[in-house]
């Protein structure tokens, strides 16, 4: 377990940097934060002198190496546009992006999982079909042509909802619900493919032909089973807390750390955006950390796998 | 007889005013919905020299010379009643007296010497030669470098303000300007509270509230969300019409407009043409703006190997149809300037120059001498930085498709990469603001000396150098207009450094039951006599 959880978390670690990495390289190759920021019309001296208060004409490797530096200190830099520490402005949205995205995983998960098992247990009949109409057109509309559509007919039409803003608990709604409903037909899919995977399995025809009932079947023995491809996307979900918002947040002027990201990437404030990704890279390695522990309760073929036991039953 | 007890004889004069406040405070409270709040988080003006800044400064910031937004863009008395000039290098100027700024304080001549001072320069001075960083912002006082090159550029020959009494100044320039005046009417030269920088603890924590005098003071600022005004009563052009301002960062056109639409927002800015008429159809509301002082232009890379040949260069301004996309792209709404002015130049303007006339058998023609062959020019586009930049960028592709030239699109993400010195920079987008009505406030802060297309490389010639240096320092108004005749020769005709396309506009929409007009520019005027809402 030990040398499981300890491989893990190397691997974790690996990805962070090769993500920061990443980052890092892109930035810096795809345009010069100097001009952008300074903007246009801003005259040369000025933007040499922000390059030189900067480091920004320094060597890349050098400016990596001392960004490397000064993150084993704790220290995650400080923004171009406003020279505030980048942790302190990203730490600042971040509750803004989670009153988003935490009741919108719950409607995923409170909509999704429910409708996939109902849509498998009722496979080919009425109410199979319409869920899954459903979820292919929740799915397949993009986010921010859902948003609009909701916009135009609460805010616009009705009157009933703000159209954006973050003023109070009514401007979230909308932003809610367009996140929750594209996430929740990804779940209703998956949910309903490995149910139906599950349900077709050689134990379910045993137990049943036992005569244990159906309830009693699909609860103890096919939710278990199906709960594996499902945790799988929730894991995705769930680490993609902090950064998942970005288009949704732009289209409700939501101030979180999605928009935030936005302003960052496109000003190249390239503190803030190597903070974010870090914050949101470690998320995401956490996130399929859990995971894969939850896998082994899940599933104890894969807790007490043999070591070199692949693929043989 | 009736009692009068003493706690009502107290409560009665309350009671009598309290009709009085309640006037006081009918004032409407207005929600403008605006692209961007502010492009460095702050509200300092030379950090803010774009058009989200221009915007908002002269709501809670002045100058001593005011520019008239709602006119012809003239020049006026601002927080200054009168200037004259001493002799060709000095202006001695008389403070309006019982102005007030946002901390109650009066304004005088020390808050003058304080805004052209430390606050521009730092412990530099206007002729410093070392530079400060942009972190010292953060701890000290010290203005970030970019605050004091933005300053020098807009005071090259600034030597001194000399205080002759507490509400006069004088500016001793080190070289003759005859635009002194204009540049003291720029943003950079807001006068601002001397006491109030001195009680903030940073730099950077002043300039998110810098305390002027303007009809407005700014109360809240949320980064990338909202930023609220209230309304400076005290203020010495009268009691603003406004309560409460409060801007909104919606950064999408279509929340803009569903905003206004469901009656969150008064007022929806940065509106493109095209939304015109979707806003007009709705009968409750209207759009409002016209071309400002800013003109839209296609800039070239001399460096490339093909448009070194100034041949091509004219080709390919012969070859543009200016006319179609102002009717095309503006529905009318712009106009085309004659050459890189506006008529707000006033003495300078040169109501005889003409654009290279739209012309395809010219166009041909020079193609022909120049042997083009059809060697591919890139055209470096951003994706719609400025308005309708890539409908007009693909229009103006098909039309030099149409005299023979092979004109390529790049789609870049950022400026910087448009400007990039690497291979195939041929054509691209660009804008010129005149920031007084001025040829050394338009054309000669893009070209010339220390400018950006000196840096880039794209374009620089010695003899416009020397004429533009000539321009700046001569006070013979025939020979400055000699001399700028002379510079629009020689970057629109002889060695085309660009294409004229047309003038920038900028459009607002809002409920029609507001009375209020928009500006020649992008300020956002809401004094008194330019807003009332009818009941």
Redesign the interface.
């Known amino acids: 377990m030990l040398r499981f959880f300890g491989s893990r978390l190397l691997r974790a670690a690996v990805t962070i940097v090769m993500v920061v990495t990443f980052a890092f390289i892109v930035l810096r190759l795809s345009g010069d934060p100097a001009q952008i920021i300074m903007g246009a019309d801003a005259p040369p001296e000025a933007v040499d002198a922000f390059r030189t208060a900067w480091g920004l004409d320094q060597p890349v490797w050098l400016q990596y190496f001392h960004y490397f530096g000064a993150i084993f200190q704790g220290d995650l830099g400080r923004s171009m546009r406003d020279g505030r520490d980048a942790i302190v402005l990203v730490m600042e949205r971040i509750p803004a992006t989670l009153a988003l995205t935490i009741p919108a995983l719950l409607i995923k998960l409170g909509l999704g999982i429910p409708a996939g098992i109902t849509a498998a247990l009722h496979r080919n009949s009425f109410i199979d079909r319409a869920v899954m109409l459903m979820a292919v057109a929740g799915f397949t509309v993009p986010s921010f042509v859902l948003g609009l559509l909701l916009v135009l007919v609460f805010a616009v039409q009705l009157g009933w909802l703000p159209s954006g803003g973050q003023e109070s608990w009514r401007h979230a709604i909308l932003p809610i619900i367009t996140m929750g409903v594209g996430g929740a037909a990804v779940l209703a899919r998956f949910t309903r493919s490995a149910m139906l995977e599950v349900l077709g399995q050689p134990y379910i025809r045993t137990a049943s032909a036992k005569g244990v009932p159906w309830r009693a079947v699909v609860w103890g023995h096919a939710l278990p089973n199906a709960a594996i491809p499902t945790v799988t996307i929730v894991g995705f979900m769930v680490g993609s807390l902090i950064a998942g918002a970005v288009v949704v947040e732009s289209v409700f002027s939501w101030p979180g750390v999605g928009r935030l990201l936005v302003v960052a990437v496109a000003n190249r404030d390239l503190a803030v955006v190597q903070c974010i990704l870090l914050l949101v890279a470690a998320t995401m390695v956490t996130a399929n950390l859990v995971v894969d522990l939850l896998y082994g309760l899940l599933d104890p073929r894969l807790r007490n796998q043999p070591k070199r036991a692949t693929g043989a039953a | 007889m009736t009692n009068i007890s003493r706690r009502a004889l107290f409560a009665a004069p309350t009671l009598l005013a309290m009709p009085a406040i309640a006037q006081g405070d009918d004032r409407p409270t207005l929600t403008i919905a605006v692209q961007k709040l502010s492009?460095?988080?702050?509200f300092e003006p030379p950090r803010e020299?774009?058009n989200v800044g221009f915007r908002i400064h002269g709501l809670y910031a002045e100058q001593l010379v005011g520019t008239n937004w709602l006119g012809n863009a003239d020049l006026v008395p601002g927080l200054a009643t009168a200037w004259r000039r001493r002799d060709a290098s000095t202006l001695e100027l008389t403070l309006r007296p019982g102005v007030r700024f946002h901390d109650g304080r009066e304004m005088t001549a020390e808050d003058v010497a304080f805004s052209f001072g430390a606050r521009l320069f730092g412990t530099q001075g206007s002729s410093g030669a070392g530079?400060s960083?942009?972190?010292a912002?953060?701890a000290t006082k010290e203005p970030?470098?970019?605050v004091?090159?933005?300053s020098?550029?807009t005071y090259p020959g600034l030597a001194r303000i000399e205080i002759v009494d507490r509400h006069t100044v004088r500016f001793v320039n080190r070289s003759p300007d005859v635009t002194l005046e204009g540049r003291i009417a720029q943003s950079v030269g807001a006068i601002l509270s001397r006491e109030a920088f001195a009680a903030a603890p940073s730099w950077?924590e002043w300039g998110?509230a810098p305390v002027g005098t303007g009809p407005y003071r700014i109360a809240e600022f949320?980064?990338?969300?909202?930023l609220v005004m209230e309304a400076h009563d005290a203020y010495w052009g009268g009691r603003p019409p406004a309560r409460r301002l409060r801007f909104?960062?919606?950064?999408?056109v279509?929340?803009r407009v569903?905003?206004l639409?469901?009656?969150?927002y008064d007022f929806a800015c940065d509106i493109p043409p095209d939304q015109i008429s979707v806003v007009e159809r709705n009968s409750r509301f209207e759009v409002l703006g016209s071309p400002i002082n800013n003109i839209r232009k296609l800039a070239f890379d001399k460096s490339n190997p093909v448009l070194a040949d100034a041949r091509i260069r004219r080709a390919m301004s012969h070859a543009i149809d200016r006319q179609v996309l102002v009717d095309t792209l503006w529905a009318g709404r712009t106009v085309i300037p004659r050459g890189m002015q506006l008529e707000s130049y006033g003495a300078m303007y040169l109501p005889d120059w003409e654009n290279p006339r739209f012309d395809l058998a010219e166009a041909r023609r020079l193609l022909r001498e120049a042997n083009y062959q059809g060697q591919p020019i890139t055209y470096r586009l951003l994706n719609n930085y400025y308005t309708n930049q890539v409908a007009s960028g693909q229009i103006a592709v098909e039309m030099w498709r149409a005299a023979g030239l092979n004109v390529q699109i790049e789609m870049m993400?950022?400026?910087?990469?448009v400007?990039a010195r690497t291979p195939g920079r041929g054509v691209r987008d660009?804008?010129n603001?005149s920031i007084f009505g001025d040829p050394v406030a338009g054309i000669l802060?893009?070209f010339g000396p220390?400018?950006?297309a000196?840096?880039t490389g794209e374009w620089s010639s010695a003899t416009f150098n020397e004429t533009s240096a000539a321009l700046e320092t001569e006070t013979d108004l025939t020979r400055r207009r000699e001399l700028f005749r002379r510079l629009l020769t020689i970057l629109e005709r002889e060695d085309p450094g660009y294409i004229v396309l047309h003038q920038a506009a900028a459009f607002t929409a809002k409920r029609k039951d507001i009375q209020w007009r928009a500006a020649k520019g992008w300020a956002m005027v809401f004094s008194q006599g330019n807003l009332r809402v009818r009941a």
């Open positions: 492009n460095s988080n702050t020299q774009s530079q960083t942009v972190l912002g953060t970030p470098a970019e004091i090159a933005v020098r550029r950077l998110r949320r980064p990338d969300t909202a909104v960062e919606v950064p999408e279509s929340g569903n905003g639409f469901s009656g969150e993400e950022n400026f910087a990469q400007t660009w804008s603001t802060r893009s220390r400018t950006e000196e840096r």
